[in-house]
């Protein structure tokens, strides 16, 4: 399985970005999708998840600015980010969960990251 994440880049303070994730591979079924980000010094952090039957969470710092959404027979899962703020610079990682193939049950995947930077 291979998560394949776009839609990261520069934007200025205030401005829009929407970030993609498609997963690839023979999948039978995804439980859980998600993004996280990680900038310079800290640790990688939930930013929202959403499972099969489309239930949300978010990180506070991003309710109401950021929206989960997914397309299970696509098996991709989008981040539309408003109200981009400079401490939202980070990259941007892809992450599946629960992951049934036709040969693995229950496995996690993440995508190899993109970076999104906000100017002030």
């Known amino acids: 399985v291979q998560l394949q994440a776009s839609g990261g880049g520069l934007v200025q303070f205030g401005g829009s970005l929407k970030l993609s994730c498609a997963a690839s591979g023979s999948i039978v079924s995804i439980n859980a999708m998600g993004w996280y980000r990680q900038a310079p010094g800290n640790q990688r952090e939930l930013v929202a998840s959403i499972t099969s039957d489309g239930s949300t969470n978010y990180a506070d710092s991003v309710k109401g600015r950021f929206t989960i959404s997914r397309d299970n027979a696509k098996n991709t899962v989008y981040l539309q980010m408003n109200s981009l703020k400079p401490e939202d610079s980070a990259v941007y990682y892809c992450?599946?969960?629960?992951?049934?193939?036709?040969?693995?049950?229950?496995?996690?995947?993440w995508g190899k990251g993109t970076l999104v930077t906000v100017s002030s």
């Open positions: 992450n599946a969960d629960g992951v049934i193939t036709t040969v693995h049950y229950g496995s996690n995947y």
